[in-house]
């Protein structure tokens, strides 16, 4: 097996007045970061390096009249799913970038802290998403390609499980790895032991995320609970229905072009980059509890 590289947080561009603070913080959390203020730069490092990039900070100035050719340089296999963070505060950035990969867009004057705790949660999700596509690539399918079945999942690493055993019967099994994963668990924390996507942003920043999601899950009104998948395949659609037992969320809030406003929203990616992809549909029933993701059985680039 080969040995892992470390992994980046890339500012593109950005203010010393921001800069200095934030990159003490990320520091002081374990995360290694580097900074480019020319395009020239960043191609450079980018054609040996790209696969070390984790999330990318698109900062005030520096690359604004770039954003096109970053776009197409940043539009490859091995920067699926790397978010970007938007502090220029502009309407022009390529549709690529604002819909298939934009995780956040925050204003100049967002605080050191938050921009930190926000290229945290990036960086572990982004290397969640690694670690999905890893395994998905280790397996291969013991009993065939599965055409239908209900499946009962309560803890997150059911739910990694599971989700990694569907995706091979979809037709662009890392992508749909890193979706199904995030609407499973976000029905199994958010809607069987009711944390809110707040609470976890805070949970996150402070590292507590891992035993508070333990700790409910071992309160008696929450051992019994479950989170049902129901999937069903046919020569043109694959269709996964998500049911959990908690009282729903505000799901609008994630959907589409996720552009959130003042405080970070930490979660609700797979939401939003289900909601964009080609030829995949979701819809939320009633409220929220309830998800159904319906992709194209076509060719790999018809789920994104």
């Given at each position: 097996?080969?040995?892992?590289?470390?992994?980046?947080?890339?500012?593109?561009?950005?203010?010393?007045?921001?800069?200095?603070?934030?990159?003490?913080?990320?520091?002081?959390?374990?995360?290694?970061?580097?900074?480019?203020?020319?395009?020239?730069?960043?191609?450079?490092?980018?054609?040996?390096?790209?696969?070390?990039?984790?999330?990318?900070?698109?900062?005030?100035?520096?690359?604004?009249?770039?954003?096109?050719?970053?776009?197409?340089?940043?539009?490859?296999?091995?920067?699926?799913?790397?978010?970007?963070?938007?502090?220029?505060?502009?309407?022009?950035?390529?549709?690529?970038?604002?819909?298939?990969?934009?995780?956040?867009?925050?204003?100049?004057?967002?605080?050191p802290n938050d921009l930190a705790t926000a290229v945290q949660f990036a960086f572990l999700e982004n290397r969640r998403y690694r670690d999905l596509v890893r395994e998905v690539?280790?397996?291969?399918?013991?009993?065939?390609?599965?055409?239908?079945?209900?499946?009962?999942?309560?803890?997150?690493?059911?739910?990694?499980?599971?989700?990694?055993?569907?995706?091979?019967?979809?037709?662009?099994?890392?992508?749909?790895?890193?979706?199904?994963?995030?609407?499973?668990?976000?029905?199994?924390?958010?809607?069987?032991?009711?944390?809110?996507?707040?609470?976890?942003?805070?949970?996150?920043?402070?590292?507590?995320?891992?035993?508070?999601?333990?700790?409910?899950?071992?309160?008696?009104?929450?051992?019994?609970?479950?989170?049902?998948?129901?999937?069903?395949?046919?020569?043109?659609?694959?269709?996964?229905?998500?049911?959990?037992?908690?009282?729903?969320?505000?799901?609008?809030?994630?959907?589409?072009?996720?552009?959130?406003?003042?405080?970070?929203?930490?979660?609700?990616?797979?939401?939003?980059?289900?909601?964009?992809?080609?030829?995949?549909?979701?819809?939320?029933?009633?409220?929220?509890?309830?998800?159904?993701?319906?992709?194209?059985?076509?060719?790999?680039?018809?789920?994104?």
């Amino acid at each position: 097996m080969s040995k892992q590289r470390k992994l980046y947080a890339v500012f593109l561009g950005g203010g010393e007045e921001l800069d200095s603070p934030v990159f003490s913080s990320l520091e002081a959390r374990g995360i290694k970061f580097i900074q480019f203020n020319t395009f020239d730069d960043f191609t450079a490092y980018f054609n040996g390096n790209g696969d070390q990039i984790a999330v990318v900070v698109l900062g005030p100035g520096g690359l604004s009249d770039d954003w096109a050719r970053l776009a197409d340089l940043l539009d490859c296999k091995e920067c699926d799913f790397v978010p970007f963070i938007d502090l220029t505060g502009s309407d022009n950035l390529p549709t690529t970038m604002r819909l298939k990969r934009l995780f956040y867009s925050l204003p100049q004057t967002v605080d050191p802290n938050d921009l930190a705790t926000a290229v945290q949660f990036a960086f572990l999700e982004n290397r969640r998403y690694r670690d999905l596509v890893r395994e998905v690539e280790s397996r291969s399918s013991a009993i065939g390609t599965i055409m239908a079945g209900i499946f009962e999942v309560k803890t997150v690493r059911e739910a990694k499980n599971l989700t990694t055993m569907l995706s091979l019967a979809c037709p662009d099994a890392p992508s749909a790895a890193f979706v199904l994963s995030e609407l499973i668990i976000n029905a199994i924390e958010h809607g069987n032991l009711g944390i809110s996507f707040e609470e976890k942003s805070e949970l996150v920043a402070r590292g507590e995320w891992t035993r508070e999601v333990e700790r409910r899950q071992a309160l008696p009104e929450n051992m019994d609970k479950k989170v049902t998948v129901q999937f069903d395949r046919d020569s043109k659609r694959t269709l996964v229905t998500i049911m959990d037992m908690g009282d729903g969320f505000d799901w609008q809030r994630y959907t589409g072009d996720r552009l959130s406003q003042g405080k970070p929203l930490y979660s609700g990616r797979g939401i939003a980059m289900a909601s964009v992809m080609d030829g995949c549909n979701i819809q939320y029933k009633g409220t929220g509890s309830v998800v159904t993701v319906e992709m194209a059985n076509g060719s790999e680039e018809d789920c994104l």
